[in-house]
Nanobody, 114 residues
């Protein structure tokens, strides 16, 4: 059974950085693409970034140039390095491996505030 656990969220000031981790158990992280999503209060969940099995990465326009998605196959973990954070990046961040019936993780809260 595939499980995903996100970690690394917290409170950070505008302009600061955080690195989120998504550790997958029960299967290989590199078998399917893995994506990060986020959901702010009162808003729909939105796609943020994705890493393909080939290692090719894609980003939402709102985070391109500030966020970097990467993968460590040995640790079965995908990361989201977030820099130059803005208050509008405040949300619960979720990762999901895009295989059939793969579950969502529980999410990790990121709050950007002074």
């Amino acid at each position: 059974q595939v499980q995903l656990v996100e970690s690394g969220g917290g409170l950070v000031q505008p302009g600061g950085s955080l690195r989120l981790s998504c550790t997958i158990s029960g299967s290989s992280v590199s078998r399917y693409p893995v994506a990060w999503y986020r959901q702010a209060p009162g808003k729909v969940r939105e796609w943020v970034a994705q890493i393909m099995t080939s290692g090719v990465t894609n980003y939402a326009v709102s985070v391109k140039g500030r966020f970097t998605i990467s993968r460590d196959n040995a640790k079965n973990t995908v990361y989201l390095q977030m820099s130059s954070l803005k208050p509008e990046d405040t949300a619960v961040y979720y990762c999901r491996r895009l295989g059939p019936n793969d579950p969502w993780g529980q999410g990790t809260q990121v709050t950007v505030s002074s």
